[in-house]
């Protein structure tokens, strides 16, 4: 689509405010669920010429210094959207009526998903103007330059009035380029290359200021048609919500603050996303302050406004993308805040000081509800994943212990679509690793009521809902290092650090050996998937699944060994330094262990000779490879297998590894060193003694 933003400009400056309002609206409706993509019909327009050449065989070559071929850089469209976000950040900062800044703000956040039509937006008038219609400051941003309306728009005019001068130029000798696919073939790598480049310094394009008259040149951007991919469908498409037109129908009845103030609002997300100029001058401007302040007010509002998920994504972005946001909004409370916006999210009533009401009658959250719980918790998750192994302070504990409660409740609730439970427990696992171990005993209060899941008189359904989550990970099989591994590192430290979660935790993974003639691997228990994750390929997945299993062996080595086999347990017991068989002295933090004691079964006791350590089952019985050889043939068999092993050591296709006083794997010749070096030392105290009792 070819914009009239010749007619915009017309409208603006004639004062037309319905004839701006109609195009917008147009705009709006033909790239509502679209963005732009330049690159995939630069490839398809090297893959056609690329064809072509291959067909033809022609090899002409031509002179490529024209203005023609300067223009054929060129994207006419990006130079339209380019001038048209330019024309309506100046406009939005006139007097501009309710309806027609909101479609105007509609635009700008169609436009702000190209990052080559940044440039306009990551000013500071642009980001300071967006901020205040946001409602995030009441700064009224000057304009960067200092032009009047009338020579500004007719400066946008003849810079798209050369455009048009140039492209029909260059769709002139267009006809002429046909028959020379060899310099066609040429321009498409170099064009490709030019592609990769401008993809990988995408961010720093991002950062160059649009300053001077705002006129375009002819070499600030590639040419390509305008091209437009249709917006994979979201969560709120999935939820069937309101599509942009009924969403427009329906902020006729809002307020049109509200209406207003989300618009900018989604502006700044996709500017601050796409930007990593934009995110820079976010922090130096001090908008968090207006945004931290926006976000107080609206914890109160029930309900909440509909900008509030909006303020709670931009938070979460800025928190991600600047370290320096996640310590200052930390600093001012924002562990606090968004508790007490989490806390009127689920609307729980309070039982106790670290409880809460878990009623079975309370209906599932809200899809509204649902999305911005899941904001806030990816926002603490940011200002507090640094504190997982610190000491807080009483205070800071008390705020943790809170938020821990609140938790709970967001994995015992559901939501109304399962997609959406799945996820806020996925996040929820997530932020309950981040914050300090000694908190987390508030996942155990609660009574012990009928039908609960209990251990040793504790109530476990919190416990219980955990495992469940962690099955459904193992089954999911995608994305297993992201999905997993948060799950299991949280139930270890569970373990480590309480008594009653392991004993629980154990009897619905490790239950009593009964079945010795499969290996600790095979089957679909949850023992056995763990237990091959044991030797997975990623090193993570590999040691979180082993530690879980360890520490429910209370960090037994024998009895890890007898669950799991030596062949699965040797990657752990190696880098921990547990070969030889002591007891792990490296954890981080002093399980709570009872006596080392282990019940074994009937069925265990009748085959313990018989089990195989290294595979861990019963194996059957094999025969003797030397049955028959007399002691000559044993030993010749010996010196032969000896000689075999010398050999591959001195090629170095083998190296002989022993287990040294410390339980590491170690070359065996620094084995035979460190022996002799103690047999010297030993020899030497050894005559020192004697020497001394003879002179006695």
């Known amino acids: 689509m070819d914009m009239d933003l010749e007619g915009i400009i017309q409208c603006i400056k004639q004062g037309d405010e319905n004839g701006v309002q109609t195009q917008l609206q147009e705009f709006n409706k033909a790239f509502a669920q679209c963005f732009f993509f330049d690159a995939e019909e630069r490839d398809r327009r090297k893959q056609r010429k690329l064809e072509e050449f291959k067909k033809n065989k022609v090899r002409d070559y031509t002179d490529s210094d024209s203005d023609c071929d300067d223009y054929d850089q060129e994207d006419r469209g990006l130079i339209l959207r380019q001038n048209l976000a330019v024309v309506l950040l100046r406009f939005i900062r006139t007097e501009v009526k309710c309806r027609l800044l909101r479609v105007s703000l509609r635009t700008l956040r169609i436009l ?215 310590t200052q909004l930390q600093q001012e409370g924002g562990v606090s805040l968004l508790n007490a916006a989490l806390e009127n999210c689920l609307e729980v ?132 290092k992201e999905r997993l591994t948060p799950v299991l590192n949280l139930l270890t430290e569970s373990c480590r650090a309480h008594r009653e979660t392991r004993h629980y935790i154990r009897k619905h993974i490790l239950p009593p050996l009964r079945d010795l003639t499969h290996r600790p691997e095979e089957g679909s228990t949850v023992k056995s998937r763990l237990i091959r994750l044991m030797t997975h390929l990623d090193t993570d997945v590999k040691y979180c699944a082993a530690d879980l299993i360890f520490v429910l062996c209370k960090e037994n080595v024998s009895r890890f060994v007898k669950y799991t086999g030596y062949g699965n347990a040797a990657g752990l017991l190696a880098t921990r330094g547990l070969l030889a068989g002591q007891r792990c002295r490296t954890s981080g933090t002093d399980g709570q262990y009872s006596s080392d004691s282990d ?50 050591a001195r090629g170095n296709i083998i190296q002989p590894m022993g287990v040294d006083s410390e339980g590491k794997l170690v070359p065996m010749s620094g084995l035979r060193e460190n022996s002799l070096t103690e047999q010297r030392e030993s020899g030497s105290e050894d005559d020192g003694e004697a020497e001394e009792g003879e002179k006695n």
């Open 112 to 326: 702000s998903r190209d990052k080559k039509v940044l440039g306009p937006f990551v000013t500071d008038s642009a980001l300071l103007t967006l901020a205040r219609l946001a409602g995030l400051t009441t700064c009224d941003a000057s304009d960067e330059v200092s032009v009047p309306d009338s020579d500004f728009y007719d400066n946008i005019i003849a810079s798209l009035a050369e455009a048009k001068v140039l492209q029909s130029h260059a769709e002139e000798d267009e006809g002429d380029m046909e028959t020379k696919d060899q310099n066609e073939e040429c321009y498409a790598f170099d064009e490709d290359a030019n592609s990769d480049i401008s993809n990988a310094n995408s961010a720093d394009l991002d950062s160059i200021s649009w300053q001077g008259s705002h006129r375009t040149s002819i070499n600030e951007t590639h040419r390509g048609s305008i091209h437009q991919k249709v917006l994979e469908r979201g969560r709120r498409d999935r939820r069937e919500s309101k599509m942009e037109v009924e969403e427009e129908e329906e902020e006729e009845g809002n307020s049109g603050d509200e209406a207003q103030r989300k618009e900018a609002m989604k502006v700044l997300c996709n500017v601050v996303y796409n930007s990593i100029w934009a995110q820079e001058r976010f922090s130096a401007l001090r908008l968090t302050c207006g945004l931290i302040e926006r976000l107080s007010s609206s914890v109160s509002c029930s309900p909440p406004s509909s900008v509030q998920f909006y303020e709670l994504r931009l938070m979460f972005l800025i928190t991600a993308l600047r370290p320096e946001l996640r």
């Open 599 to 648: 019940s074994d079964t009937e069925e265990y006791r009748q085959v313990k000779d018989r089990i195989n350590p290294v595979t861990g089952r019963v194996e059957t019985e094999q025969p003797d490879p030397m049955e028959g050889m007399t002691e000559e043939e044993k030993e010749e068999e010996a010196k032969r297998l000896i000689m075999l092993f010398s050999k591959l």
């Open 349 to 480: 009533q309070w039982k106790d000081q670290y409880e809460c009401e878990l009623s079975p009658a309370v209906p599932p959250i809200s899809l509204e509800a649902s999305q911005r719980i899941t904001e806030i918790l990816k926002i603490l998750f940011n200002i507090t994943c640094s504190s997982h192994r610190q000491e807080p302070s009483e205070d800071d504990a008390a705020l943790y212990r809170h938020l821990v409660a609140l938790l709970r409740v967001c994995l015992m609730r559901k939501c109304m679509l399962p997609k959406d439970t799945e996820d806020l427990q996925g996040h929820t696992v997530h932020l309950l690793s981040a914050l300090p171990l000694q908190c987390l005993d508030v996942l155990l209060v609660g009574p012990v009521e009928p039908g609960s899941e209990q251990c040793n008189g504790v109530n476990m359904d919190c416990v219980h809902t955990l495992l469940l989550f962690m099955e459904r990970r193992l089954d999911s099989g995608d994305k297993i």
